[in-house]
């Protein structure tokens, strides 16, 4: 039979939770009074409640009769005191989790995958992660947007990877030479050799012209066009051909000869990635480092350590080739526009050895230094310096003059003329990464040749479909030393390096040697080659005096006239046209 249940009246307890504390003012509830059979358990609000009653309980033991058994089926309901019952909501609590109907988040196309970012985060960091993976994904796109700009202008040229697999060495390899040594650029890395800082200065010759200060205070906005001096001599002479080195050797002054530009090429060598290559020539006890005729040493090499490779399509005026030859002839008018003019020169022991009377020779003064590296081997280079100047306390100081050159803001990244004035330091860290091997190559050059100082400046086109025309958006100064600290390029890791060759190079016998820089791996090779290659023999005699004054063809400067005249032509085609020819009239005529 069913089993019948009264609910009595419930009372209100006005001084807190649960029934009252007088036994007679509580109910009846289904004729019993319920203070002693009703279970309460004080609770808080952060506890977590259970259940009141269990009205699916099964009434009373099948042993129990009568009135006890209806009273025990009737307080069982709300009775969870048992070990039973206990284990069951014990086992009914573990199992139940709380289902998470949100959506996993959306990870970025290009960005870091998700097996590198299980490790546990706090949940304050969310945000910054989440935020750090929108800025990676960002700049993945705006890498392939450019790559892929660059991917369609460039004829399909691929990565650098790709450039490694199809590039050629900077010199033809002969089947008759001999592989004597390969050198892994890891190797270099870890050499180190303290040479004395203070070299002694054999002789020093020729004369240079002072920094003019007002360079200083150029900027974008005040920027000045570059001239072009068609009339002065550069010259480019390789250690054998320079009649001061011979004259030294002659005298034993050392038993290692070379150029402040050949030492720079070798102290960076593993930063560089273009095949370049450095014939050695052993004559008795003397080490000869030169350079061959047309050698890439003459050139400067543009975005040779940036991720996207140039084309090599020399019509292309963005091709490596084409930018080599328009950095070469940018760098060597800059050096000359920011002298002051017609100023008073400053002469040195003894005149320019390679200029005759009859022409005008780019003022440069030439260091002869010399390094001691052991008791029995010593070491002189031909070093350049390009202007004088004074420092606050009025002392003479010697700089070196370089320009950096802006091509294509779509392909650097960066934007000269919008970003040198107020994020110089961003331009800067862009340089560096797209022409890591070429600074640390004028810094190397700076430390040797003694320079108190060397000048940066920043060149860049006037429009970038045009490569005739540019300006000079600011010039920046820096402590050569100070700016080797802040590119990582240490000094007794380059001397370690140049010790080595020297080292292994002595071992030789008496011969010409080739150093080639690898253009698809990192290491360096040493081949022996016949004594007539490349027509560069060191001889013991002197040359006559009309082979010493003759100045050297400088590719460059015959490059540069071509430059010249080619600009020229291409403003009187434009102004013969309308439309579009116009607007190149009026940028070659600005």
Same mark, same amino acid.
């Given at each position: 039979?069913t089993?019948?249940?009264d609910?009595?009246v419930?009372?209100?307890n006005?001084?807190?939770?649960g029934?009252?504390?007088a036994?007679?003012?509580?109910?009846?509830?289904?004729g019993?009074v319920a203070t002693?059979?009703i279970?309460f358990?004080?609770f808080?609000?952060?506890d977590?409640?259970g259940r009141?009653a269990?009205?699916?309980?099964n009434?009373g033991?099948?042993?129990?009769?009568g009135?006890?058994?209806a009273?025990?089926?009737?307080?069982?309901?709300?009775?969870?005191?048992?070990?039973d019952?206990?284990l069951?909501?014990a086992?009914?609590?573990?199992?139940f989790s709380?289902?998470d109907?949100?959506?996993p988040?959306?990870?970025?196309?290009?960005?870091p995958?998700w097996?590198?970012?299980q490790?546990p985060?706090?949940?304050?960091?969310r945000?910054?992660?989440v935020?750090a993976?929108?800025r990676?994904?960002e700049?993945e796109?705006?890498?392939r947007e450019?790559?892929?700009?660059?991917?369609r202008?460039h004829?399909?040229?691929?990565?650098?990877?790709?450039q490694?697999?199809?590039?050629?060495p900077s010199v033809?390899?002969?089947?008759d030479?001999?592989?004597?040594?390969q050198i892994?650029?890891?190797n270099f890395?870890k050499?180190s050799?303290?040479v004395?800082?203070q070299p002694?200065?054999?002789?020093v010759?020729?004369?240079v012209?002072s920094?003019d200060?007002a360079y200083?205070r150029?900027n974008?906005k005040t920027a000045?066009?570059l001239?072009?001096?068609?009339n002065?001599?550069?010259f480019?002479?390789t250690?054998?051909?320079d009649?001061?080195i011979?004259r030294?050797a002659e005298?034993?002054?050392?038993?290692?000869?070379?150029?402040?530009a050949?030492?720079?090429?070798l102290?960076?060598t593993?930063?560089?990635i273009?095949?370049?290559?450095?014939v050695?020539?052993?004559?008795g006890?003397k080490?000869f480092?030169d350079?061959?005729?047309?050698?890439?040493?003459d050139?400067?090499t543009v975005n040779e350590?940036?991720?996207?490779?140039?084309p090599?399509?020399?019509?292309?005026i963005?091709?490596?080739p084409?930018l080599?030859?328009?950095a070469t002839?940018i760098?060597?008018n800059f050096?000359?526009q920011?002298?002051?003019r017609?100023g008073?020169?400053?002469?040195?022991?003894?005149?320019?050895p390679f200029?005759?009377e009859?022409e005008e020779a780019?003022?440069v003064c030439?260091?002869?230094r010399?390094w001691k590296?052991?008791d029995d081997?010593?070491?002189i280079?031909?070093?350049?310096?390009?202007?004088?100047g004074v420092d606050?306390s009025g002392?003479?100081?010697?700089?070196t003059?370089?320009?950096?050159n802006?091509?294509?803001?779509k392909?650097t990244?960066v934007?000269w003329?919008?970003?040198?004035?107020?994020?110089r330091g961003a331009?800067?860290?862009t /340089?560096?990464?797209?022409n +890591?091997?070429?600074?640390?190559r004028? %810094?190397? &050059?700076?430390l040797?040749?003694? *320079?108190?100082?060397?000048?940066?400046?920043?060149?860049s086109?006037?429009?970038?479909?045009d490569?005739?025309?540019?300006?000079i958006l600011t010039?920046?100064?820096?402590?050569?030393?100070d700016f080797a600290t802040?590119?990582?390029?240490?000094?007794?890791?380059?001397?370690?390096?140049?010790?080595s060759?020297?080292?292994i190079?002595?071992k030789?016998?008496?011969?010409?040697y080739?150093?080639?820089k690898?253009?698809a791996?990192?290491q360096?090779r040493?081949?022996?080659?016949?004594?007539?290659?490349?027509e560069?023999?060191y001889?013991?005699?002197?040359l006559?005096?009309e /082979?010493?004054?003759?100045? +050297?063809t400088?590719d460059?400067d015959a %490059?540069a &006239?071509?430059?010249d005249?080619a *600009?020229?032509a291409?403003?009187n085609?434009a102004?013969?046209?309308g439309?579009?020819?116009?607007?190149?009239?009026?940028?070659a005529?600005a």
């Amino acid at each position: 039979a069913t089993m019948g249940f009264d609910v009595g009246v419930v009372p209100f307890n006005p001084d807190g939770w649960g029934p009252p504390d007088a036994p007679g003012a509580a109910p009846l509830l289904g004729g019993a009074v319920a203070t002693a059979s009703i279970p309460f358990a004080p609770f808080s609000r952060s506890d977590k409640l259970g259940r009141i009653a269990d009205w699916t309980r099964n009434p009373g033991h099948p042993g129990a009769h009568g009135h006890h058994a209806a009273a025990a089926s009737r307080d069982s309901v709300f009775d969870f005191s048992s070990a039973d019952d206990s284990l069951a909501a014990a086992a009914e609590d573990s199992s139940f989790s709380l289902v998470d109907a949100k959506p996993p988040p959306k990870h970025p196309r290009f960005g870091p995958k998700w097996r590198f970012n299980q490790r546990p985060q706090l949940p304050q960091r969310r945000d910054e992660e989440v935020e750090a993976k929108r800025r990676e994904a960002e700049k993945e796109r705006a890498r392939r947007e450019r790559h892929y700009q660059n991917h369609r202008s460039h004829h399909h040229q691929g990565f650098r990877g790709n450039q490694q697999n199809t590039a050629k060495p900077s010199v033809d390899i002969q089947p008759d030479w001999t592989i004597l040594e390969q050198i892994p650029f890891a190797n270099f890395t870890k050499l180190s050799f303290a040479v004395n800082d203070q070299p002694e200065d054999l002789l020093v010759c020729g004369a240079v012209d002072s920094y003019d200060r007002a360079y200083d205070r150029v900027n974008p906005k005040t920027a000045r066009r570059l001239e072009r001096f068609k009339n002065r001599q550069f010259f480019k002479i390789t250690t054998t051909d320079d009649p001061i080195i011979r004259r030294l050797a002659e005298e034993d002054k050392a038993t290692v000869f070379a150029t402040d530009a050949i030492l720079a090429a070798l102290m960076c060598t593993p930063r560089s990635i273009l095949s370049w290559d450095i014939v050695v020539q052993r004559v008795g006890n003397k080490l000869f480092f030169d350079k061959r005729e047309g050698s890439q040493l003459d050139l400067l090499t543009v975005n040779e350590t940036a991720q996207e490779q140039l084309p090599e399509n020399k019509d292309d005026i963005n091709s490596a080739p084409a930018l080599a030859v328009e950095a070469t002839y940018i760098n060597q008018n800059f050096s000359q526009q920011v002298l002051v003019r017609d100023g008073e020169k400053v002469t040195f022991d003894e005149p320019n050895p390679f200029a005759s009377e009859n022409e005008e020779a780019a003022p440069v003064c030439y260091r002869y230094r010399r390094w001691k590296l052991d008791d029995d081997i010593s070491i002189i280079a031909r070093c350049e310096v390009h202007a004088a100047g004074v420092d606050p306390s009025g002392a003479r100081q010697f700089l070196t003059l370089n320009a950096l050159n802006e091509f294509d803001p779509k392909i650097t990244g960066v934007d000269w003329k919008q970003k040198l004035e107020s994020q110089r330091g961003a331009v800067l860290a862009t /340089e560096l990464k797209n022409n +890591a091997n070429k600074l640390a190559r004028w %810094t190397a &050059q700076a430390l040797l040749s003694g *320079a108190d100082m060397m000048k940066l400046g920043y060149v860049s086109r006037v429009h970038p479909r045009d490569h005739f025309n540019h300006s000079i958006l600011t010039v920046m100064g820096y402590k050569p030393r100070d700016f080797a600290t802040q590119i990582n390029l240490n000094t007794a890791n380059m001397w370690g390096i140049v010790k080595s060759i020297v080292d292994i190079c002595m071992k030789f016998e008496e011969g010409k040697y080739v150093l080639v820089k690898d253009p698809a791996k990192p290491q360096m090779r040493i081949y022996q080659v016949p004594n007539d290659a490349f027509e560069n023999d060191y001889v013991e005699e002197p040359l006559p005096e009309e /082979e010493q004054i003759r100045p +050297a063809t400088d590719d460059v400067d015959a %490059t540069a &006239q071509e430059m010249d005249a080619a *600009a020229e032509a291409e403003a009187n085609k434009a102004t013969t046209q309308g439309g579009d020819g116009e607007k190149s009239a009026d940028a070659a005529a600005a």
